[in-house]
Nanobody, 121 residues
Framework: QVQLVESGGGLVQAGGSLRLSCAASGTFFSINVMGWYRQAPGKARELVADITSGGRTNFADSVKGRFAISRDSAKNTVYLQMNSLKPEDAAVYYC???????????????WGQGTQVTVSS
């Protein structure tokens, strides 16, 4: 079982910045992809950005040019730097990790508990 712990959410004014962090812990696991999803009230959960173990990144069109994702593989941690925030970015942000148990070789997918991002206009 891989646990994900997020931090860094909060309230920010439109145009401001926030940085989210997510640390993975557990035993006998490797991580292939780590990323961030978000879910606003009444809407489906959507991918914001993700990054592979090789450093390849993927962003939702709505955040391209404003958000950056990075990963510290030694710390099993992923970061989401959010700049030029807009009210429509407000949501609960969830960390996600997908990989493999290195003993059983079974694939897994884990989710964090979510962190609230609120953007005031």
């Amino acid at each position: 079982q891989v646990q994900l712990v997020e931090s860094g959410g909060g309230l920010v004014q439109a145009g401001g910045s926030l940085r989210l962090s997510c640390a993975a812990s557990g035993t006998f696991f490797s991580i292939n992809v780590m990323g961030w999803y978000r879910q606003a009230p009444g809407k489906a959960r959507e991918l914001v950005a993700d990054i592979t173990s090789g450093g390849r990144t993927n962003f939702a069109d709505s955040v391209k040019g404003r958000f950056a994702i990075s990963r510290d593989s030694a710390k099993n941690t992923v970061y989401l730097q959010m700049n030029s925030l807009k009210p429509e970015d407000a949501a609960v942000y969830y960390c996600n990790a997908r990989g493999r148990n290195t003993r059983s070789q079974r694939e897994y997918e884990s989710w964090g508990q979510g962190t609230q991002v609120t953007v005031s206009s």
